[in-house]
């Protein structure tokens, strides 16, 4: 495991609280608006502020930069610029706002007062214009698990899971970000016992505790990147719950996966923790059963040690319980390794494009994933809290997801990823 850092103090204080997800560390990317100016613009997170980028490129304190670029309401263009530009970019805006850095910010009072902003005034929107979105199914836990349930444990993986990262391409017209209602899904179902589907609400509405990587770098039509140069295109990571529609997947899925099951609403967390912010979290991944074929083969560590877990909070309750706590590291295929798997036919990536890990989930019930791993397919009642216990989500559920790596004396945090959901349509 690579050292980690310490953590740089900043003079804007609430970056140095121990428990602030955003630290001088983090610096994580999103697009915020203010009360009364519906113009949006890209930002960094420091504390309990967002730092106008648009306004900093204005006053001259980022060279290379032009403010168009952050004058956006998304961080496509930014993206665009490619590595060296993201990490001079870092490095500039690491010294800004550090105590003992460049004094041109904290010293200009009037610029400041302007170009911080209190997050808890601000409106955070979807930071990248989602050009293309893929769901992995990379996590062995959950693929083994619902492989049990519906195939039986001597077949639980597919015979192919642990040779490539299966996925399957999604809606990026649905991704939507954290504190976006979702709407309960309607589509064909068809129980067992029945001789014909029905159509439906969906009954068995669920989440998936995913991690989503950002892509910020093309390939052409034709040709493929390495695993080393996935890692490169990366430009970050975001907290994401695809959301599951469990009884019409069971119906749809034959032969070619989910369709309207996963189409209706995925939903991302609004800071985009850079992949520089990470990189003294990496860890290798877990044991290999089988060698994997060259092109595949890790780089180094290059899966996170990433805390992350799942509140649920009931209608009828003003507080959350936690429900599940797992760790990113349990992934059996990085976002690396995913991206040079999609690109290995000769397919396009580009930049906005978004790839979901797949379920994560540990060992045991309380690390699981998802509603349908921990109720064990609604067999075992998960209590929520209050008394009240669930198999699936009920309406008016808010279902949340946070995480965050841990370092000595602060954390690289993702803010939280949150979706109230609601009544399906008549």
């Known amino acids: 495991m690579t050292t980690r850092s310490a953590r740089i103090d900043s003079w804007v204080d609430s970056a140095n609280t121990p428990t602030t997800d955003f630290p001088l560390n983090n610096l994580p990317f999103g697009v915020f608006s203010e009360p009364g100016d519906s113009a949006r613009r890209v930002g960094v997170a420091i504390g309990d502020f967002i730092l106008d980028l648009a306004m900093v490129c204005r006053a001259g304190l980022l060279p290379g930069v032009s403010e168009d670029v952050f004058a956006n309401d998304c961080i496509n263009d930014f993206m665009s610029l490619g590595p060296d530009v993201w990490r001079s970019t870092r490095t500039k ?9 460049d004094p041109a910010l904290k010293d200009n009072a009037p610029l400041c007062g302007q170009a911080l902003i209190r997050q808890d005034v601000a409106t955070l929107h979807l930071p990248v214009r989602v050009a293309e979105y893929t769901d992995f199914y990379a996590g062995r836990q959950h693929a083994t698990n619902v492989g049990t349930m519906f195939r039986g444990a001597d077949n639980a993986l597919p015979p192919n899971w642990l040779h490539i ?3 399957y391409n999604g809606r990026a017209s649905t991704v939507v970000v954290s504190g976006t209602d979702v709407r309960r899904p309607r589509g064909q179902i068809k129980s067992p016992d029945d001789e014909m589907p029905e159509f439906s609400a969906c009954r068995r509405l669920d989440i998936e505790l995913e991690m989503g990587a950002i892509v910020g770098q093309s390939n052409p039509m034709g040709t493929s990147v ?3 140069q996935a890692q490169e295109m990366i430009f970050g990571y975001v907290l994401l719950n695809d959301w599951s529609a469990r009884d019409i997947q069971a119906w749809e899925y034959q032969p070619l996966g989910p369709f309207q099951a996963k189409a209706f609403a995925t939903s991302i967390s ?4 850079t992949a520089a912010a990470l990189e003294t979290f990496a860890v290798p991944a877990p044991p290999r059963e089988v060698p ?6 890790d780089a180094g560590p290059m899966n996170y040690d990433i805390e992350l877990e799942v509140l649920i909070q009931p209608a009828s309750r003003s507080d959350e319980t936690v429900i599940s706590r797992t760790n990113a590291s349990h992934l059996y295929y990085s976002s690396a390794q995913q991206l040079a798997h999609h690109s290995v036919s000769g397919c396009a990536m580009n930049v906005g494009d978004l790839l979901g890990t797949g379920t994560i ?4 019930p309380d690390s ?3 509603l349908l791993e921990m109720s064990w ?9 209050g008394g009240k216990t669930r198999t699936f989500i009920e309406d008016g559920d808010v279902l949340t997801l946070a995480g965050y790596a841990q370092g000595p004396d602060y954390r690289i945090g993702f803010g939280r990823c949150t979706g109230r959901v609601l009544p399906a349509h008549e």
């Open 377 to 385: 397919g609604a067999q075992r009642p998960v209590d929520v809290g």
């Open 165 to 167: 990262p299966i996925g």
């Open 270 to 273: 609004p800071w985009v923790v």
């Open 292 to 297: 994997l074929l060259p092109y595949l083969n």
């Open 368 to 370: 699981f994933g998802s």
């Open 361 to 364: 989930s540990g060992d045991t």
């Open 226 to 228: 390495t695993v080393e």
């Open 93 to 101: 805006l690491t010294d800004l706002l550090a105590v003992a850095g």
